[in-house]
């Protein structure tokens, strides 16, 4: 069974699409069954061009990627989701919608990041890769988690940990 991650931001525009970009692309190179989906609770309705350009720097495709609404993860068709990361301080504040699907509500966890387009000018792109590095990390840390054999409690003592690394 695929276990399915929602990573939330704000404006789904950066750090958000940094992760689903991560953790697709480690699933595929690792054979992980595991689905990263993105979105924010105000879309921007752009991808941050900085953002892309960090993921296409470490070898991922980018076609497809969009800022999309949570609501979209919301409805009883969405994919059953196993995991919701925060990723922005202002996300993980906010309330959070009942997410259909799987069996009962996601663990949910924090991995808070620095916004990288807060960034100087020219420092921006240096800032969007050391932000998808560190991101990149920590899904390859979530990837090696027994996410097939893990309880709740269990998942979420390892999210919190790896929050903490």
């Not at 959070?96 to 792109?125: I, L, M, R, T």
């Not at 998808?132 to 996410?147: H, S, T």
Request: charged letters at 15%; hydrophobic letters at 40%; proline letters at 7%.
């Amino acid at each position: 069974m695929t276990t399915n991650v929602l990573i939330l931001c704000t404006h789904n525009s950066a750090r958000s699409v940094l992760a689903e970009g991560m953790l697709n692309h480690w699933a595929a190179k690792l054979g992980q069954d595991v689905r990263g989906f993105s979105a924010g609770s105000s879309p921007s309705g752009r991808i941050n061009p900085f953002a892309l350009e960090a993921l296409r720097n470490a070898g991922v495709e980018t076609s497809g990627f969009r800022s999309k609404s949570w609501d979209e993860f919301t409805s009883p068709s969405a994919p059953p989701l196993s995991i919701v990361i925060t990723v922005c301080d202002s996300a993980a504040a906010e309330a959070c919608p009942v997410f259909f699907g799987g069996s009962g509500q996601p663990v949910k966890v924090h991995w808070g990041y620095p916004d990288p387009s807060n960034a100087p000018e020219h420092e921006k792109q240096a800032a969007f890769d050391l932000t998808r590095q560190a991101i990149g990390y920590r899904m390859l840390q979530l990837l090696a988690l027994p996410l097939g054999t893990m309880d709740r409690a269990g998942l979420q003592r390892a999210l919190d940990g790896i929050a903490r690394s």
